[in-house]
């Protein structure tokens, strides 16, 4: 099992960015995915997730109008496209499927929003 997040970078205020998972291992189409992101110092937090058939999704409200979720089960991936990105987004962004009881994890991309 795996899962592979790429798309992090250094970004100024105001600009943006594509975060992308891509899976293996698993059957992904029948997992919930999930992007979640943890500051220093600060506890992980969930920021996006969308249903395993992409019917649903949800954001934190820190984030929502600005960021978007999605995913592609034909290729096993799922993204985020971070806009209007603020200083507050700097994190070490994090891939995550749930199943069920399963549950796992990529490790993560930095985002750093920065001028």
């Known amino acids: 099992v795996q899962l592979v997040e790429s798309g992090g970078g250094l970004v100024q205020p105001g600009g943006s960015l594509r975060l992308s998972c891509a899976a293996s291992?698993?059957?992904?189409?029948?997992?919930?995915m999930y992007w979640y992101r943890q500051a220093p110092g600060k506890e992980r937090e969930l920021v996006a997730g969308?249903?395993?058939?992409?019917?649903?999704?949800n954001y934190a409200d820190s984030v929502k109008g600005r960021f978007t979720i999605s995913r592609n089960n034909a290729k096993n991936t799922a993204s985020l496209q971070m806009n209007s990105l603020k200083p507050e987004d700097t994190a070490l962004y994090y891939c995550?499927?749930?199943?069920?009881?399963?549950?796992?994890w990529g490790q993560g991309t930095q985002v750093t929003v920065s001028s």
């Open positions: 995550n499927a749930k199943w069920a009881w399963y549950a796992y």
């Open positions: 969308i249903s395993s058939a992409g019917g649903s999704t």
């Open positions: 291992g698993f059957t992904f189409s029948s997992y919930d």
